[in-house]
């Protein structure tokens, strides 16, 4: 499987502020996801990031607020925009390559909005 | 619409003892089934996956999982527990596109 990073894997950061958390991965992908995990709770898929063209994302999500750039095959950027304590989660990425059917996922990066 | 369900948000074992994780799931096609594994401060790792193949599917670190289509479930089992099993598990569900739903989790505490 595909070896995922995150960057930064924490941060405290202010509300009102901005945060870009960065996923890479050592191989081409067909497929690359960002979700969150708020605490004590499950994941939920924010965004599929699309290469080359604008995110799809989920219900409840919009670009103002987590903006997603992938500019090539292994890399992506998530944006937590003017964040506020709601904010608080771990973001993950995941990444699926064609035909495999299973999605690998990142360290995730764990993030605190005081 | 695809769901899970996992049936149970708290298991505690003894060490050396068996492990059973219960969840059933909701699809409307033949669907893709996984069982993820987080152990804290970490990501997300892959135990195993049922992809219509056979029904017993083996995992890491001893576990498997038996897809039954009648009862709608997919429950996580391992004969013997050891300490380092303890963590939260997600049983997940996908249909034919990317999707992922995840269940609500079950956290597993292992007793010495």
């Known amino acids: 499987s595909a070896v995922i990073s995150q960057k930064p894997s924490r941060d405290i950061c202010q509300r009102g502020t901005s945060l870009t958390i960065q996923c890479q991965v050592d191989?081409?992908?067909?497929?690359m996801f960002w979700y969150r995990q708020q605490p004590g709770q499950s994941l939920t898929l924010i965004a599929t990031?699309?290469?080359?063209?604008?995110?799809?994302?989920e219900s409840g999500f919009v670009i103002d607020k987590f903006p997603i750039s992938r500019p090539n095959l292994t890399f992506s950027t998530l944006t937590v925009s003017n964040m506020s304590p709601e904010d608080s989660s771990i973001y993950l990425c995941?990444?699926?390559?064609?035909?495999?059917?299973?999605?690998?996922f990142g360290p995730g990066t764990r993030l605190l909005v005081l | 619409a695809q769901s899970v369900t996992q049936l149970d948000s708290h298991v505690s074992v003894s060490e050396g003892t068996p492990v059973l994780l219960r969840c059933n799931y909701s699809s409307s096609y033949s669907p893709s089934l996984f069982w993820y594994v987080q152990h804290p401060n970490k990501g997300l790792q892959l135990l195993l996956k049922?992809?219509?193949?056979?029904?017993l599917v083996k995992g890491i670190n001893g576990f498997e999982a038996e897809f039954k289509k009648s009862e709608t479930s997919f429950h996580l089992t391992k004969p013997s527990a050891h300490m380092s099993d303890a963590a939260e598990y997600f049983c997940?569900?996908?249909?034919?596109?990317?999707?992922?739903?995840f269940g609500a989790g079950t956290t597993v505490t292992v007793r010495a």
């Open positions: 049922y992809t219509s193949a056979a029904t």
């Open positions: 997940v569900v996908s249909e034919n596109d990317y999707k992922l739903s």
């Open positions: 990031a699309n290469q080359g063209s604008e995110a799809t994302y």
């Open positions: 995941s990444v699926e390559s064609s035909g495999q059917e299973t999605q690998y």
């Open positions: 191989s081409q992908v067909t497929m």
